[in-house]
């Protein structure tokens, strides 16, 4: 009763040609078919944005998109971010805020602010928090995203 | 690497009271953490679970033939194989006095509320496992349910476990001190009020999660588990399962949030051990989203009944609080709220008090542990009842606090259920909160209306929190299935670090972080060179687990122990080593072990652990190994505190409100790490608000169905709902615990839905709006505004 479709997506820069269940969904294809894992799942509902990853450079859920729609795109995921054994400057103004508590919600946020980032635009406070808005956290309160999310952007803006 | 000397003088880091990078961040941040969904064995099958659409019906018939059936299904369970093979899930946490109304991992002929497993299916997939368990065809007969704890305690409400019950009600606990009926009937005033608080769900971003493996010829269970206490649930898995429990094997590796909701087994768990016993094979369940609002524990659900009696100075003269805790519909291996009574008269001197809680089963999903347990809920309704109290005495609300408060002098102090506030400063934290809020100023200024329409008011909410338990005696006098002890392994490696190995799992609260900073201070070594190993029980020592604000006052202990011994040890073979006689004259420090008055006489601790591990050389006296494990059994509770105070703003003709400032004042002893204690404080804080704002889990009355089982109808804070919150601390070293810690994970979760309640009233004064049940919505403001118009809603 498996309806399979052949795709081929080019994750993180690597091509992979797949055959996949028509029903699967991409967040479920990466973690499971690609065995990325860091890219979560939390609703499958596009609430919580767990599952928050990059599809030709926008932020997009990918418990809402199923995988042959990634057919022919570019993905990237938080297994993109590290560089070798540093971490990237966005993933130490996380960990020099404390932005993370049990870190299941922080591929999301890091993956947003990927995003954010490449537009260069200036955001105040209240407009980061807008921006944030699309990814839940439990643990933290989110002061401390926002402050780590704020410090990167001027940053990466060079101020 | 290199040996780093460090001068003597200088400051290390890494040690109590300094904030380190935290040894968790690193793998979490490249999305290389290990949640119980990121592991598939080869050749795993997956479980799905077929759950009672009513609130209770008596099951007339399963028909899973059709299931069966279906390619890739390899096995089906229904009620009669559990109860062939397993026993009814034990709970670790009872209530003194109550009989069990524990349950099978699949329903025994009725279900008793939506979402209980009657079913479960095993297949190649997720995705068949989820067609087959719709095909399974169960023949429900509805019988009438139990909406809630005031429904449960109708004369005419059905029995909802008539083999065991005659009413509805569990158990009820009262506990009194002097007398408070005649110091009630004697008092000047008297306030009263029914204070309805909210069922909530904890909520953590992963779901649970378990991949059972059985190997029955190698005498291995394997789990891997989303779960806070691995140790205690390898002994469920034991008992539910009718294995030895050395057979099993528990790890919990990374745990995406748990809040108390991850305490002990659940029924899938035992399902899908149950399926892989059967199989032999592994077998994997991811709870979805859907099923963990109906099949993971609730929370708080609770009406107070609370009274203050006072004279006219506002000195309390006593208070009584009946409650009605809602179990749901079956006791859980922790059950409902026990906190409530334990700090009903919080921060405040009492000598008459009457508390009881009355446990009440309803039809609905049963409650457990969340953070906070019951704290919060009780903090509600005395603050509240407070402020009332204040406007009948025409008195500041801060006034009538000071002047109730206990004062440092007169702590230690036995409060009217036994327990012992430690020691503390209440009022310092009331008067910071007061002071930082502007409380005097607004006073001045008046409620309004400002210039933008709306009215404005602070609300006060003080509170003590209990953390940890006083006592193994304390919790065994209370039926309890788990100590009050913590446990550490520590073992020096010959790369020169120590291994750390501990029960306690991995969930945010930044225990592999702070585990590492204790042992760093009292061993010397540098904090970057201790390696923790968490939530594996073939690694690490026997404990109890992260829960109750109890991890560092126990742990602590058992770190401070294990330190010390490996320490002596390590300057022992130090001694030898650098051919000084007494090692006394040395010390540990960074990398190095050297002659504390000589830093330049000292030799690699690399050195020192391979000489002690290998024992080639070691002379006479000195036994090969480099390990200690210790345990510690706290001899008392630790009370945290604090006041948190609301500026709040009120559109007094719509009920819209604002929280323009929040600030918690708080105390948790000696902080082991500032940064760790801030992010503990703001996500409590966080949790306290959506549960006093946003946060309910509401059933249809009249089908008894959860109306908002989803995320997109079940609202927790995003990053824009998070009012401005303003953290102060005091810092008041317990004398009770190592290193004068008190618990810090509950305590932003208690005073947020009393503080705002008691803001809203204030602007609303003139009015005379009260409050008394939550979540604030602007929709319950409107009417209490309605309602003190004289208007009908
Ligand atoms: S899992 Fe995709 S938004 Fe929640
Ligand atoms: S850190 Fe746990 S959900 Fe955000």
């Known amino acids: 009763m498996s309806d399979e479709v052949p795709i081929t997506v080019t994750v993180n820069g690597t091509v992979h040609r797949a055959s996949v269940d028509a029903r699967t969904h991409a967040a479920d294809f990466l973690r499971h078919t690609l065995h990325m894992t860091g890219t979560h799942v939390g609703c499958e509902q596009g609430v919580c944005g767990m599952c928050t990853v990059l599809l030709d450079g926008d932020a997009v859920k990918s418990c809402l998109l199923l995988a042959p729609q990634l057919d022919g795109h570019e993905i990237e995921t938080v297994e993109s971010l590290a560089d070798g054994d540093g971490l990237n400057a966005l993933q130490e103004a996380f960990r020099d805020a404390h932005a993370l508590q049990c870190g299941f919600c922080t591929p999301g946020f890091l993956m947003t602010t990927t995003a954010l980032a490449r537009d260069g635009r200036r955001r105040s406070r209240e407009e980061i928090r807008e921006e944030l808005s699309g990814v839940l956290c439990r643990c933290t309160g989110y002061e401390n995203i926002v402050t780590a999310v704020e410090r990167h952007l001027s940053e990466a803006r060079g101020v | ?793």
């Open chain 2, 1 to 793: 690497m290199s040996d780093v000397v460090e001068s003597p003088s200088a400051p290390r880091s890494g040690v109590i009271g300094d904030s380190p990078a935290r040894k968790e961040d690193d793998r979490l941040l490249r999305g290389e953490g290990r949640f119980a969904d990121d592991v598939t064995p080869a050749n795993a099958l997956h479980m799905a679970v077929v759950r009672s659409p009513f609130p209770r019906a008596r099951i007339e018939a399963i028909d899973i033939s059709a299931a069966l059936e279906m390619d890739g299904v390899h096995d089906v369970l229904v009620g009669t194989d559990v109860a062939a093979r397993s026993e009814p899930i034990n709970v670790l946490r009872p209530t003194p006095g109550a009989p069990y109304v524990t349950y099978y991992a699949l329903a025994q002929g009725r279900v008793e509320y939506e979402g209980q497993p009657v079913a479960s299916v095993a297949a190649t997939s997720r995705h068949i496992a989820e067609d087959a368990a719709e095909l399974i065809e169960v023949d429900y007969d509805p019988v009438e349910h139990v909406p809630d704890v005031i429904a449960a305690m109708e004369p005419d409400a059905p029995v909802l476990h008539p083999d065991v019950l005659d009413s509805n009600l569990l158990v009820s606990n009262p506990q009194s001190v002097g007398d408070s009926a005649s110091a009630i009937a004697a008092a000047d005033t008297v306030v009263s009020g029914r204070f309805f608080v909210n069922r909530v769900s904890g909520l953590p971003m992963e779901t649970r999660g378990i991949v059972a493996e059985w190997r029955p010829g190698g005498r291995e269970l394997s789990v891997r588990l989303s779960t806070q206490t691995p140790h205690l649930v390898r002994s469920q898995l034991a008992h539910c399962l009718r294995l030895d429990e050395s057979w099993i094997h528990v790890v919990a590796a990374d745990v995406g949030g748990a809040f108390g909701l991850k305490l002990g087994v659940y029924p899938e768990d035992l399902l899908a051990c149950l399926h892989a016993m059967a199989l032999r094979r592994p077998v994997k369940w991811i709870e979805d989203r859907l099923e963990f609002f109906r099949a993971t524990t609730h929370a708080r659900e609770a009406v107070h009944d609370f009274r203050i009696a006072a004279d006219r100075e506002g000195r309390i003269a006593a208070m009584e609080d009946v409650y009605a805790t809602d179990l749901g519909a079956y006791y859980g291996s922790f059950g409902s709220a026990q906190l409530s009574s334990v700090t009903y008269s919080g921060p405040y001197r009492l000598d008459h008090g009457t508390v009881e809680r009355r446990v009440t089963m309803t039809s609905k999903t049963p409650v457990g542990a969340y953070r906070g347990y019951g704290q919060p809920e009780v903090n509600f309704a005395r603050e509240v009842l407070l402020d009332r109290l204040a406007r009948r005495l025409e008195m500041s609300p801060v006034e009538l606090r000071r002047r109730n408060m206990l004062t440092p002098e007169e702590l230690p102090w036995r409060n009217t259920t036994g327990a012992v506030y430690d020691s503390g400063d209440y009022a310092e934290c009331l008067l910071a909160a007061v002071d930082r809020i502007g409380y005097d100023e607004l006073r001045r200024t008046g409620h309004g209306p400002r210039a933008d329409g709306r009215y404005v008011g602070v609300g006060l909410s003080s509170f003590v929190e209990r953390t940890g338990y006083a006592s193994s005696r304390f919790l065994a006098g209370r039926g309890s299935k788990f100590g009050a002890h913590e446990s550490v392994t520590v073992r020096a490696n010959r790369s020169g670090g120590i291994d750390l190995y501990t029960g306690v799992s991995t969930f945010g609260q930044g225990s592999e972080t702070a585990f590492a900073q204790v042992l760093s201070h009292v061993l010397g070594i540098a904090y970057d060179r201790v390696h923790v190993h968490a939530g594996d029980t073939s690694a690490t020592p026997l404990n109890t687990g992260a829960f109750a604000s109890r991890t560092m006052i126990a742990a602590a202990g058992a770190l401070e122990k294990a330190a010390a011994d490996l320490r002596a040890k390590t300057l022992k073979v130090g001694a030898w080593l650098l051919e000084v006689d007494d090692p006394d004259e040395l010390e540990i420090a960074g990398t190095v072990v050297r002659v504390a008055s000589d830093p330049a006489r000292s030799v690699a601790l690399r050195d020192v652990h391979e000489e002690a591990i290998l024992g080639l050389r070691l002379p006479e006296g000195i036994e090969p190994g480099l390990e200690a494990t210790a345990y510690h059994e706290p001899t008392h509770a630790a009370f945290a505190y604090g006041t948190a105070a609301a500026l709040v703003s009120v559109d007094a003709e719509t009920g819209d409100f604002d929280v323009e400032r929040f600030v918690m004042v708080h105390d948790s002893g000696t902080p082991v790490n500032p940064q760790l204690i801030d992010g503990q404080i703001r996500g409590g804080l966080a949790q306290g608000l959506g549960a006093a704002l946003r946060e309910e889990l509401r059933y249809d009355p009249e089908t008894g169905q959860l109306l908002n089982g989803t995320m997109l109808d079940y609202f927790v804070p995003t990053a824009c709902d998070m009012p401005p919150i303003e953290l102060v601390h005091t810092e008041v070293a317990s004398p009770v615990t190592p290193f004068g810690v008190r618990g810090v994970g509950e305590t932003g979760t208690i005073p947020a839905g009393a503080a705002i309640a008691n803001g809203i009233c204030d602007a609303l004064s003139g009015l005379g709006v009260e409050i008394s049940r939550l979540p604030l919505t602007p929709e319950l403001v409107w009417r209490e505004i309605q309602r003190a118009r004289g208007v009908p809603a």
